[in-house]
């Protein structure tokens, strides 16, 4: 597992800009369990691959099988000023091509929602509605994981009257 760039997102860092989220998998580390810590190992020699055998490990044409389910998720979006760019549609389908012997459709489909979608929204009581359709818009389309963390998001704005991906 190669990590490119890593980042702490707390009360004493700035916010991430739309472009940096744009260019991102939003990937989160929650649940510690420390009794689980692996002893350390040496590192392995690293496997050299061939700029060619790369190239065919990876997808060159996107999937777009989820396309309508994105651009309805855009347009749920667009009613708070808070859209998504056609690097985001891009990426997300190139996501579902290269997944495509690994996980589920549905389950990859539901990882790119939460990883590059829901980090773009935040805002005051006035994103209320969008959180509401975005919900619906989950649970209809049994998109759980990012479902569960909508649910988290309203739970703050309630609480708090401002929400945002980060917790």
Do not use: C
């Not at 347009?75 to 997944?99: F, H, P, Q, T, W």
């Not at 549905?106 to 359709?133: C, H, S, Y």
């Amino acid at each position: 597992l190669l990590f490119t760039g890593t980042i702490n997102v707390d009360e004493t860092t700035q916010a991430l800009s739309d472009k940096v989220i744009d260019r991102a998998n939003t990937i989160e580390f929650f649940d510690v369990d420390l009794s689980k810590v692996p002893t350390r190992q040496p590192i392995p020699d690293p496997i050299r691959v061939s700029a060619s055998t790369w190239r065919n490990y990876h997808a060159s044409e996107p999937d777009s099988s989820f396309r309508a389910q994105i651009i309805d998720i855009g347009k749920i979006l667009n009613k708070s000023s808070l859209g998504l760019g056609y690097r985001v549609l891009r990426d997300i389908e190139m996501y579902l091509a290269n997944s495509r012997t690994l996980l589920e459709p549905q389950v990859a489909f539901d990882l790119q929602i939460k990883q590059r979608v829901l980090p773009r929204v935040r805002g005051t009581a006035t994103i209320t509605n969008t959180l509401r359709e975005l919900l619906e818009f989950m649970r209809k389309n049994k998109l759980e994981r990012s479902a569960t963390r909508i649910e988290e998001m309203e739970a703050r704005l309630k609480r708090d009257g401002y929400t945002s991906f980060w917790r």
